[in-house]
C-alpha cells in the first residue's frame, strides 16, 4: 500500500517522503513504483517524460524526523493496533502541530491512535485500496476528536488525487471491510465443508456476480493474516456469527500460508525475496511537505 499511496500522491503533483524501517524496504518500495510506472508507460497511460517527472517528487529516507516539514503524513503499517499507537506517539513527537496524521488502517478504531498524540483533533482514517493507484474510493473517518477542518482536509485532499471519498463512522470495518470479510470467511467455510473447490468458488463469483477477483484470490492478495485480524476485530466488536474465523483460515495463519507475499496461501506464488519477514509488516511513512514546497496541496499528509 505504501507504493501505491506514494505513486499516487506525486501524480497528484505533490513532493512525497516515503519512510522505512530500512534503506533496503525504501529501495523495496521504489522499485514498486518504478515498475508500476514502466507497465503505463509501455501501455501508452503515461509518457516518460511524466513518468520521470513522479519518480523525481518522491524521496526515501529510515528516519521519521525527516517528515518533519509535511503537511500530511498517512500511515501505512502492519495492522497490529500496538505498532501504530507507538508509530502515532512517534509521529506527534517529530511533527509540527499544525500538521494532519492520517492512518491507512482497513480496521482499526481511529480513536485509539488520535489519543497518542497532543493534537488528536488533527488526526483522521484515509482507507485507501489496493491498488491505491486505480481504485477510485477512500473512505473518510473522523474521530470523535477529529476537528471538521481536519476532516475536510482529508476529503479535499483525496478529491485531488482524483479518488471518491466517502466518509464512514470510526467502527470497525467501516464500510467495505465490514461487508467484505464476512463474505470471505464465508467463502473458506464453503470450501472447508467440501461444498465445491477453490477454483469453481473464486469462478462462481467473477462470473456470477461480475468481481474481478474471486474471494480466495483476494484473500492471498490482502494477506491471511490481515484476514484473520479484520474477522477477529470484527467479531469483538459486534459478535456476529459471521465474523468467527474459519478453522482453515486460523491453521493456514499458524503455518505460515499468507498468501503472495509468503508465495502461497490458496494458491502458489513466485516467492518474493524476504517475504516471510515481511509478513510482519514494518514501519512505512509518506509525507507531502509544507505549503511552498508541494504542488497542489493545502492540506498535509502522513503515512
Same mark, same amino acid.
Request: overall charge positive; glycine content about 2%.
Given at each position: 500500500m505504501a507504493s501505491g499511496i506514494a505513486e499516487l500522491v506525486s501524480k497528484a503533483g505533490c513532493e512525497v517522503v516515503v519512510v522505512s524501517r530500512s534503506q533496503s524496504s525504501g529501495e523495496v518500495? $521504489? !522499485? &514498486? =513504483?518504478? &515498475? %508500476? #510506472?514502466? $507497465?503505463? +508507460? %509501455? &501501455?501508452? &497511460?503515461? %509518457?516518460? !517524460? *511524466?513518468? *520521470?517527472? +513522479? #519518480? %523525481? $517528487? =518522491?524521496? @526515501?529516507? @529510515?528516519e521519521l524526523s525527516s517528515l518533519e516539514l509535511c503537511e500530511l503524513v498517512i500511515e501505512s503499517v502492519v495492522e497490529d493496533l500496538e505498532i501504530k499507537k507507538r508509530l502515532f506517539h512517534d509521529l506527534g513527537a517529530v511533527c509540527r502541530e499544525s500538521t494532519i496524521l492520517a492512518t491507512n488502517t482497513s480496521t482499526l478504531p481511529v480513536i485509539e491512535l488520535a489519543v497518542c498524540v497532543a493534537r488528536a483533533d488533527r488526526v483522521v482514517g484515509m482507507h485507501f485500496f489496493n491498488p491505491a493507484p486505480v481504485m477510485s474510493l477512500v473512505e473518510i473517518i473522523p474521530a470523535l476528536t477529529t476537528s471538521e477542518e481536519t476532516m475536510q482536509a482529508a476529503w479535499d485532499f483525496a478529491v485531488a488525487c482524483g479518488k471518491e471519498p466517502v466518509k464512514v463512522k470510526d467502527q470497525t470495518g467501516f464500510i467495505v471491510n465490514a461487508l467484505l470479510f464476512p463474505y470471505l470467511n464465508a467463502a473458506v467455510t464453503m470450501l472447508e465443508h467440501g461444498v465445491a473447490s477453490k477454483e469453481d468458488i473464486d469462478a462462481a463469483m467473477r462470473g456470477g456476480c461480475g468481481f474481478p477477483l474471486g474471494p480466495f484470490e483476494l484473500l492471498d492478495l490482502v494477506g491471511l493474516d490481515t484476514s484473520l485480524a479484520i474477522l477477529e476485530r470484527l467479531y469483538d466488536e459486534r459478535r456476529d456469527p459471521a465474523s468467527v474465523p474459519s478453522p482453515l483460515l486460523r491453521r493456514m495463519v499458524t503455518a505460515r500460508q499468507l498468501g503472495r507475499k509468503t508465495g502461497g496461501g490458496f494458491y502458489a506464488y513466485p516467492a518474493a525475496p524476504g517475504a516471510p519477514a515481511a509478513a510482519k509488516g514494518h514501519p512505512a511513512a509518506q509525507g507531502v511537505p509544507a505549503e511552498g514546497q508541494a504542488a497542489n496541496s493545502s492540506s498535509g499528509k502522513t503515512s
Open positions: 518500495c $521504489r !522499485t &514498486k =513504483i518504478e &515498475k %508500476s #510506472l514502466a $507497465r503505463q +508507460v %509501455s &501501455k501508452g &497511460k503515461l %509518457s516518460e !517524460t *511524466d513518468s *520521470d517527472a +513522479v #519518480l %523525481s $517528487r =518522491i524521496t @526515501t529516507a @529510515t
